[in-house]
């Protein structure tokens, strides 16, 4: 009898065991709908809420003591953000979906802590933002993650190798960058990384027939099998393609010869091969009309003993053109340029660099005379892929120093040798390239050699005063508000310029700091502003064509 009486005890506190724990899901998911379903399309009510495994739509299955372990909330138009909070209740769930809604904010950190015995995770073709958490490597029973069309940004983590029964990842139609992370998986066996801003080579795990060009494309810098895109360090000559041929429209003035074509392709060789760039004979016809305006004037220069005759005179034909140099050297200087361009043409310059890179394409050759500029300062890259041969190691230190090859000065120190032992240009050589036309951006003057980082900020310093006291001994505006504006860009050249290719900031992230550094200093623009900054010879301006039709310039033909 005792032994009957104490069994029938046990079943009574199971059940009401089992009553709690479904009350416990049934407050939860009462929460979660008071959260996200702000358009009520969910007709979940407290007095229903014994009966939810039944008659709540969405919950999909239970266990027997009334924990919901499957929950299906798709094209509900769901908003709002997903917290570790609102989940964590449900810490039974294997099964949560809830695509084809309108969640916005990101993926919680917390999410594996939340619920640890998930499974099958369904969050594609929200608005969420925000990176990849690598937490989600902690979900070790998971073997589907979908998080298709959404916002999320940053790199793939690598942590998610550690998820030892994964079959499917699918992270297609977002904003993630970076390489592909080695996958090792032998369960995985849906792989979707496409529409994303990808780059580098496949990794070898994923490249052996499992996955097909489906999987990755399209993702303009990824290469490797199965893209047959051959990697940029491999043998061969770079690639080229329409998209990132928009950042070349026009070439820039060169030799005599190619003047007079009427059809210009610009070619340059590279260590591999020849990369045409184009064939544009209106380009030919503007840089034969820039190249005459710029003989005339460095003729009337030498002629003129200073060229205040040749500069009166081009004045006179073209008042609105800036005027052409009083001197040559290193530290020439010309017009001075407002703050607000040298914020654009280096936000410009670092996207179009960007573009390159992600597109497998080293630009080898960033120097003023390759940037050019339309009417509004917007910026535009060209000759990139000629890689040239540099002179023997131990003639690069020499050559610095020469007149004609100030080209070296742009170069990072690990490539100046060349094929005496220089190492191959990479995206860490164009980033020091940047600096460097940072730099001169920044104080009208190229270095004459490598500076540390830490001698940077005063070096600018020091010629911006210099420049500054000028401009105020012969009444120029006063330039201390731009000051504070182009102070960070100091900051971001220091760090590109960095002797050590590893320390240099990646291209990425070259681009975000300058699109920060412009926006903080737009938000506090002054319309009195004036920045003290110059072009240096290299920048110097010489006349527009004298038709006055609307042309590209490059640095060489604008201020």
Request: net charge positive; aromatic share 4%.
């Amino acid at each position: 009898m005792a032994r009957d009486a104490f069994l029938l005890l046990m079943v009574l506190l199971l059940l009401l065991q089992g009553g709690l724990a479904s009350a416990a899901d049934g407050d939860a998911l009462l929460t979660l709908k008071s959260s996200l379903d702000r358009s009520n399309r969910l007709p979940w009510r407290p007095d229903t809420a014994p009966a939810l495994c039944s008659a709540w739509p969405g919950v999909r299955q239970c266990r027997r003591d009334g924990r919901v372990t499957k929950l299906v909330l798709e094209g509900l138009n769901l908003t709002g953000s997903l917290t570790a909070a609102l989940l964590a209740p449900l810490g039974e769930l294997r099964v949560l979906s809830l695509r084809s809604n309108a969640l916005t904010g990101p993926i919680p950190d917390a999410l594996p802590r939340a619920l640890p015995n998930l499974k099958l995770l369904y969050l594609a073709d929200n608005r969420l933002q925000g990176r990849v958490p690598a937490t989600l490597a902690l979900l070790h029973r998971a073997t589907v993650i979908v998080l298709s069309g959404n916002r999320l940004t940053g790199e793939i983590p690598r942590s998610l190798a550690a998820v030892p029964r994964l079959t499917s990842l699918l992270l297609d139609r977002n904003l993630l960058t970076g390489a592909v992370p080695p996958l090792p998986q032998p369960t995985l066996r849906a792989l979707n990384v496409s529409a994303n801003r990808l780059s580098g080579e496949i990794p070898p795990a994923l490249a052996t027939g499992r996955f097909n060009a489906s999987s990755f494309l399209p993702n303009a810098g990824l290469c490797g099998p199965p893209l047959g895109v051959r990697c940029p360090d491999a043998a061969g000559p770079a690639p080229v393609t329409a998209a990132t041929a928009a950042f070349a429209p026009l070439p820039p003035p060169r030799a005599r010869s190619r003047r007079r074509k009427s059809a210009a392709v610009v070619a340059g060789a590279t260590v591999a091969g020849v990369v045409v760039l184009g064939v544009l004979a209106v380009a030919a016809l503007m840089a034969s009309r820039r190249g005459r305006s710029k003989q005339r004037v460095a003729g009337d220069v030498d002629k003129g003993g200073g060229g205040g005759g040749a500069q009166q005179q081009e004045e006179e034909e073209h008042p609105e053109a800036p005027p052409a140099a009083r001197s040559r050297g290193p530290c020439s200087k010309g017009k001075p340029l407002h703050w607000t361009s040298c914020l654009k043409i280096a936000e410009d310059v670092a996207a179009g660099l960007l573009h390159l890179h992600q597109s497998g394409i080293v630009h080898g050759n960033l120097k003023p005379s390759n940037v050019l500029l339309g009417p509004d300062f917007e910026s535009c890259l060209t000759d990139y892929g000629l890689v040239p041969t540099l002179l023997p190691t131990s003639n690069a230190a020499a050559e610095l120093l020469q007149p004609g090859s100030s080209s070296l000065l742009y170069r990072g120190p690990e490539v100046r040798g060349g094929g005496g032992g220089g190492a191959l240009f990479t995206a860490a050589s164009d980033v020091y390239s940047f600096g460097v036309l940072l730099l001169e951006l920044l104080t009208g003057r190229t270095p004459f050699q490598d500076l540390q980082c830490e001698d940077i900020p005063s070096w600018v310093r020091a010629v911006r005063e210099e420049e500054r006291e000028a401009d105020n001994s012969s009444g120029g505006d006063s330039a201390g508000g731009a000051e504070e504006k182009l102070t960070a860009l100091v900051a971001i050249a220091a760090a590109c310029v960095a002797s050590d290719p590893a320390r240099r900031p990646a291209t990425a992230e070259v681009l975000r700091m300058v699109r920060e550094a412009r926006a903080e200093a737009m938000s506090s623009s002054n319309s009195s502003d004036r920045s003290p900054a110059r072009w240096s010879d290299a920048m110097l301006a010489a006349p527009p064509p004298r038709d006055h039709q609307p042309t590209d310039h490059s640095f060489t033909d604008r201020d």
